[in-house]
């Protein structure tokens, strides 16, 4: 628990206006600000923000609150979430339930965070060097590697590592990233560039790899298999990062490869993310 003098001070710090305009357009007028509530299908500004009081409201939806609660709110994907902390009668809403934390699947999120760490440092590493010569032929350079998460994938090391770290073999296998033949185990993702598939808030669900491998005997592409957290149908690449402009715009568009992802959001369209192979 935190302390309630610390959530006070941090409240009367924080700037409210700057802390909302990040997630939707704000226009001062006379002593308040007015943004685009991204509570309801807002089209004039209907919420009022005032940075005296420190506190927001939305005169349709009746979302308000303060910079904790608006940054609560709008983080949560669920829509039952965010029904639920404006106030909404829940009763409407049938057989949607609230979901408890799933722990099977933090712990998932979890071992994909690690997994990510490793690639992308490997990356870093004499090892990734073909895969940094790759990303440089795209024009993936510094800034898109660290943005996106991406990394590389040597033969073999991450099964290790992730033992090392604690994490039982059998749940290794089963998150996708290790595989067992007759004994042996052997990492899932081998000698390819790594691409992180996060959801809409920034947790780990798997990988999809590129091989660098010019033997078409090898899938250009693999992805994580179909485990607790990956689940094909579900999925849309970058919507991580797309989501804000999504949300703001009402659009999005939808690509066939990462790079094209990459691409359009370097030309300055951020709305956009990949569907996972012919899954949509
Ligand atoms: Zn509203």
């Known amino acids: 628990m935190i302390d309630n003098d610390i959530i006070e001070d941090i409240k009367s710090k924080a700037d409210i206006v700057s802390i909302i305009s990040q997630y939707t357009d704000t226009t001062k007028k006379g002593r308040n600000y007015w943004a685009v509530c991204p509570f309801h299908q807002d089209t004039s500004p209907s919420m009022s923000v005032s ?3 420190n506190i927001y409201k939305c005169f349709v939806c009746g979302a308000g609150g303060n910079v904790f609660t608006f940054v609560q709110e709008y983080k949560k994907i669920s829509f039952v979430e965010v029904a639920q902390s404006i106030g909404y009668d ?3 809403l049938g057989s949607l339930k609230v979901k408890p934390v799933d722990k099977k699947a933090e712990a998932l999120f979890e071992m994909n ?3 990510m760490n490793y690639f992308k440092t ?7 060097i073909k895969a940094k010569q ?3 032929g795209r024009k993936i350079f510094e800034d898109e590697i660290n943005e996106y998460n991406i990394g590389y994938a040597s033969n073999s090391g991450l099964c290790n590592f992730l033992e090392k770290k604690g994490y039982p073999l059998q749940m290794i296998i089963a998150g996708g990233l290790a595989g067992e033949k007759e004994g042996e185990v052997y990492d899932n993702f081998r000698n390819r560039i790594i691409f992180p598939i996060l959801d809409i808030n920034g947790k780990v669900l798997g990988f999809s790899g590129r091989t660098l491998n010019q033997d078409s005997k090898f899938a250009k592409y693999i992805n994580t298999k179909e485990t607790y957290v990956f ?3 579900e999925i849309l690449y970058n919507i991580n990062n797309a989501i804000q402009d999504i949300r703001k715009s009402k659009k999005l568009y939808i ?3 990462f790079t094209d992802v990459i691409t359009l959001s370097r030309c300055g369209v951020k709305k956009v993310v ?3 192979g012919t899954a949509i």
């Open 51 to 53: 940075p005296d009081k």
């Open 90 to 92: 829940m009763s409407k």
């Open 113 to 115: 965070k690690d997994a």
């Open 122 to 128: 490997i990356l870093k590493t004499t090892e990734g």
């Open 134 to 136: 790759y990303l440089d």
């Open 231 to 233: 689940k094909k149908k």
């Open 255 to 257: 690509c066939e490869g």
């Open 274 to 276: 990949a569907a996972m």
